[in-house]
């Protein structure tokens, strides 16, 4: 069964202390795998694409980088304005589904 | 401002009532979803419809329906509510399937 996995499910971080968020998958084709960002009572937000294992993406503070089985979010020196849910998604399969899973919450003290 | 509009923003509905969700577009985007969001279960794909005059079924359809008369339009139909269909309902389209989604702001559906 084709499933995508986040962890931690929550996560808390004082201003500036950098952390990883992971996704790991396991599906049968990737296509794609996107990652999102989500603010407490508003829709998801794009942040990356990634397609194949080895790529990197990068804006301001954040960095998403895919292995054949995971991906991470790297938040570098994190703000509070980074405080929100993450949430990863991937694209497989003939037909082109797509899973979500069910996000890190992450919450920057300043 | 260009994006996805959905209306309404929350609403609360008997049991057994029908309801329509509405959703526009006007990105001129060729795909178009609707994912419910539930605590603890995540996004999960309702429908969706990879251009006009298509549909698709999701991960969860039971209970649902859509139409795709145009590009920009993609209503999402409960023909009977029932309480579990309470959850905060999202739109979403992208240029094409499996590219990047741009999701509007949510509607908070209470069944009662």
């Known amino acids: 069964e084709d499933q995508v996995t986040q962890s931690p499910e929550a996560l808390r971080l004082q201003e500036g202390e950098s952390s990883s968020l992971n996704c790991s998958y396991t599906v049968s084709g990737l296509r794609g795998l996107f990652w999102y960002r989500q603010d407490p009572g508003k829709g998801p937000e794009f942040l990356f694409t990634?397609?194949?294992a080895g790529e990197e993406k990068e804006k301001e503070r954040l960095k998403a980088t895919l292995t054949k089985k995971e991906s991470f979010l790297h938040i570098t020196a994190p703000k509070p304005e980074d405080s929100a849910t993450y949430l990863c998604a991937v694209q497989a399969g003939r037909d082109d589904k797509i899973i979500f899973g069910k996000g890190t919450r992450l919450h920057i003290l300043p | 401002i260009a994006g996805i509009t959905q209306a309404p923003t929350s609403q609360i509905l008997a049991a057994g009532r029908r309801m329509t969700l509405r959703c526009t577009q006007d990105?001129?985007?060729?795909?178009m979803y609707w994912y419910r969001q539930d605590l603890g279960l995540g996004l999960r794909l309702i429908h969706y419809?990879?251009?006009?005059?298509?549909?698709g079924k999701g991960e969860v359809p039971d209970g649902y329906s859509v139409s795709r008369a145009n590009t920009d339009d993609f209503p999402l139909t409960l023909a009977s509510a029932v309480p579990s269909q309470t959850s905060v309902y999202f739109c979403?389209?992208?240029?094409?399937?499996?590219?990047?989604?741009?999701f509007g702001q949510g509607t908070r559906l209470t069944v009662v």
């Open positions: 990105m001129r985007h060729n795909a």
């Open positions: 419809s990879n251009t006009a005059g298509t549909t």
């Open positions: 979403a389209s992208s240029d094409s399937i499996g590219r990047e989604a741009f």
């Open positions: 990634l397609y194949s």
